[in-house]
Structures are given as C-alpha cells and as structure tokens.
Antibody, heavy 120, light 108 residues
Framework: QVTLRESGPALVGPTQTLTLTCTFSGFSLTTSGLCVSWVRQPPGKALEWLALIDWDDDKYYSTSLKTRLTISKDTSKNQVVLTMTNMDPVDTATYYC????????????WGQGTMVTVSP | DIQMTQSPSTLSASVGDRVIITCRASQSISRWLAWYQQKPGKAPKLLIYKTSTLQSGVPSRFSGSGSGTEFTLTISSLQPDDFATYCCQHYGSFSPVTFGQGTKLEIK
C-alpha cells in the first residue's frame, strides 16, 4: 500500500523558513518513473504546484517561487523535504505531498495535507 | 509557463444530470491532461490521466476527451457523491506542473 504523510510546523513567523517533510511508504524513489511533488492550497483557493523531485534526483520548481524553494530526498529514510524561505502570510495554505508517475504524468497518491499558518 | 483555464467556475446541477467541465491550455499540451476530484478538507483524488484513461476504481460515468488545447471532463449521470470541486492538471516534458483554477459542482 502506497502512502504519503506530511509533517512540519503548523505555525511559522513572517520571514522565517518553513521546512516540511514528506514520509512515504510502499515505493522507492529510486524506481524509474516515480517522482514526489509538493502542492499547496490556500484556504478556499486553487491548487498550486511548488516543486518536484524525480527518481534520478532531478529537481523542478515553480517559476514564480523557485528562488525560495529547495526540494531534496533521502532515499534511505523514504523522505522528501521541502524548504521555503522568507515566509509571508500569503503562504498560509494546506501543503500536500503527492506521488507522480511517469508516463501518466499525474498524481496518483496524495498525503492528507498539513495546514501551515504564517503569522507573527 | 502554460496556463490552464477551466470553465465554468461554478456549475449547478441535479442528480442524474449529464455535466461537462472544460479545461483550456494556453498552448498545445498534446494529451497530457489529468482530472481530479476534491472534497472539502480532503486531498485531491485522481480521476483521469492522459486525457481519457480512467484511474483504477473510478466509476465509468466519468470520462475525459480532448487534445491540443481543449479538454473536457464529462459525468454522464450525476450521483450524490459527485458534488465536489474538479480540477485539471498538466505536466509535460518541457513545462512545469500547472493546475486549473477548479470548477465547483453544486447541487441545484
């Protein structure tokens, strides 16, 4: 059974750095064609893609946020970590990690999401 | 970046209705288009990938079609469990992941 679970702080202050961890099971991120991505959703708004890392350790970032994002993986721990610098109240959202498979190019399994609030 | 535009933003319908949701890409994306269903407080659920391939376990009343820049999600006969928000998504070899803004399907 494939599962993903997000973890991280529920509250961060403005200008701080957010670190989120996605811990997954049921697959290996060394398997060709598998990727893990981060997606966020502000309250009442649309999904916004943030970053993706693939089995070959290639990394891709949202054009609008790439200067603030870093994605990495630890295959021995089955974890993917996202850091986002210089947090702002507009970054308040539910943050999801999800698995993307190639060649479907779709997110077939999602974590339950973690709500992050940016406030003093 | 490729932009995905959905219409309508909100759709009111009744149980048993046939509904169509459209997703338009700002440039050709071949058939690299997926559809998701999302309910309040829950993560999105993959319904369809590569325009028309139904994800395992998804009821056959859901179908997808299109190519290039215009795509549709059709629900042939709405069931009570189908009232939710639907979202399209693209990911291609030379473009980052993009989502549509979502279509909220409400009970009339």
């Amino acid at each position: 059974q494939v599962t993903l679970r997000e973890s991280g702080p529920a509250l961060v202050g403005p200008t701080q750095t957010l670190t989120l961890t996605c811990t997954f099971s049921g697959f290996s991120l060394t398997t060709s064609g598998l990727c893990v991505s981060w997606v966020r959703q502000p309250p009442g708004k649309a999904l916004e893609w943030l970053a993706l890392i693939d089995w070959d350790d290639d990394k891709y970032y949202s054009t609008s946020l790439k200067t603030r994002l870093t994605i990495s993986k630890d295959t021995s721990k089955n974890q993917v970590v996202l850091t986002m610098t210089n947090m702002d109240p507009v970054d308040t959202a539910t943050y999801y990690c999800a698995r993307l498979t190639v060649p479907t190019n779709a997110f077939d399994i999602w974590g339950q999401g973690t709500m992050v609030t940016v406030s003093p | 970046d490729i932009q995905m535009t959905q219409s309508p933003s909100t759709l009111s319908a009744s149980v048993g209705d046939r509904v169509i949701i459209t997703c338009r890409a700002s440039q050709s994306i071949s058939r690299w288009l997926a559809w998701y269903q999302q309910k309040p407080g829950k993560a999105p659920k993959l319904l369809i990938y590569k325009t028309s391939t139904l994800q395992s376990g998804v009821p056959s009343r859901f179908s997808g079609s299109g190519s290039g820049t215009e795509f549709t999600l059709t629900i042939s006969s709405l069931q009570p469990d189908d009232f939710a928000t639907y979202c399209c998504q693209h990911y291609g070899s030379f473009s980052p992941v993009t989502f549509g803004q979502g279509t909220k399907l409400e009970i009339k």
